[in-house]
T-cell receptor, first 113, second 116 residues
Framework: DAGVTQSPTHLIKTRGQQVTLRCSPISGHKSVSWYQQVLGQGPQFIFQYYEKEERGRGNFPDRFSARQFPNYSSELNVNALLLGDSALYLC????????????FGPGTRLTVL | QKEVEQDPGPLSVPEGAIVSLNCTYSNSAFQYFMWYRQYSRKGPELLMYTYSSGNKEDGRFTAQVDKSSKYISLFIRDSQPSDSATYLCAMSGPSDRGSTLGRLYFGRGTQLTVWP
């Protein structure tokens, strides 16, 4: 079975632009979570979606938004990009709402210039 | 105070050594404890998880949880150069802010190098 897939792999944007990142969970998984990992730090929780509804939000500004589609894939949108948004954005999928076994994708590396 | 503390290292050991990695945490409501391995510029890979206190063994890896001390450990026996990576501890459970059950709280990771 395919694991979690994310696209694109790398992305370079300039300040003020908007970006959309995409994630496809493991087949059969209904929960998708998004994390931001700044270099040298652990991942920080941004959102969780389960059964197409937002189930949790971390301490991120409203410039960050997400949604989940009927096929359980998900998009993360970031508006008005700042230099500090440069990071590895990780998507994780799990079978249920609980976080016991979350499986991560390879991530999208975003660079904001 | 951060919810999860982890010494970033770096930790450098010879092949065959026993490696001990650990994390401390402040939220006594955490119930599930995970260890992830992350190779450079890749996504984290789940190694194992434990529920509440106790030990769990999987091959060369042993995870320990001591909830009374709010301390978790990962031991790697007979370490190999292929074990060289960053090891992230993570935990979950209802926080005092009522966060979703789906949220993982990560340490900053310990960078491990196993040299031949």
């Amino acid at each position: 079975d395919a694991g979690v897939t994310q696209s694109p792999t790398h992305l370079i944007k300039t300040r003020g632009q908007q970006v959309t990142l995409r994630c496809s969970p493991i087949s059969g998984h209904k929960s998708v979570s998004w994390y931001q990992q700044v270099l040298g730090q652990g991942p920080q929780f941004i959102f969780q979606y389960y059964e197409k509804e937002e189930r949790g939000r971390g301490n991120f500004p409203d410039r960050f938004s997400a949604r989940q589609f009927p096929n359980y894939s998900s998009e993360l949108n970031v508006n008005a990009l700042l230099l500090g948004d440069s990071a590895l954005y990780l998507c994780a999928s799990s079978n249920g709402q609980g976080a016991r076994e979350q499986f991560f994708g390879p991530g999208t590396r975003l660079t904001v210039l | 105070q951060k919810e999860v503390e982890q010494d970033p290292g770096p930790l450098s050991v010879p092949e065959g050594a026993i490696v001990s990695l650990n994390c401390t945490y402040s939220n006594s409501a955490f119930q599930y404890f995970m260890w992830y391995r992350q190779y450079s510029r890749k996504g984290p890979e789940l190694l194992m998880y434990t529920y509440s206190s106790g030990n769990k063994e999987d091959g060369r890896f042993t995870a320990q949880v001591d909830k009374s001390s709010k301390y978790i450990s990962l031991f790697i026996r007979d370490s190999q150069p292929s074990d060289s990576a960053t090891y992230l501890c993570a935990m979950s459970g209802p926080s005092d802010r009522g966060s979703t059950l789906g949220r993982l709280y990560f340490g900053r990771g310990t960078q491990l190098t196993v040299w031949p």
